[in-house]
């Protein structure tokens, strides 16, 4: 099935959908959320034309450098059209040796050295991770702020 899609992936086409927000998938390295979504047809037309019964799960991350509360609700808007109700999401930790991480810590896009907002108040990473689970009842004092 891979072949009929898209093998090999090219790295500067990776379909993984970690953000909707182009803001937040350029921090990423990652292409714009229109590559997954064309991914996403492709996959779903060739498995129906294979007969098989396989479903697309988005790795979601909160709280990325470059992720704010507007890049946050822009993501929920993008899984409520999309149509797809995360069971989990990973919220940003920094792991040592890479770009997140320089930018986690210093607050820059080391490329350019420009300001990059890094999400650090506890408090707003919930409200961050609330919103891309905006259909759970628990949630929804975090979302309505």
């Keep these: 099935m891979c072949r009929a899609l898209y093998f090999p992936v090219r790295k500067d086409k990776n379909p993984a959908p970690e953000h909707a927000s182009s803001k937040v998938l350029y921090y990423m390295r990652k292409p714009d959320a229109n590559i997954f979504l064309d991914f996403d047809r492709k996959y779903k037309e060739t498995n129906k034309k294979l007969g098989l019964k396989q ?14 509360l507007r890049e946050a609700a822009e993501l929920a808007v993008f899984l409520k059209e999309y149509g797809f109700i995360p069971d989990q999401v990973q919220d940003f930790y920094p792991t040592p040796g890479t770009l997140a991480t320089c930018m986690y810590h210093t607050e820059l896009d080391p490329f350019t050295m420009k300001a990059v907002y890094v999400a650090k108040d506890m408090e707003e990473k919930k409200r961050q991770r609330a919103l891309m689970h905006y259909h759970k009842k628990e949630n929804e004092d975090l979302v309505k702020k």
């Design 55 to 68: 479903y697309l799960i988005p790795y979601l991350i909160s709280s990325h450098p470059g992720c704010g």
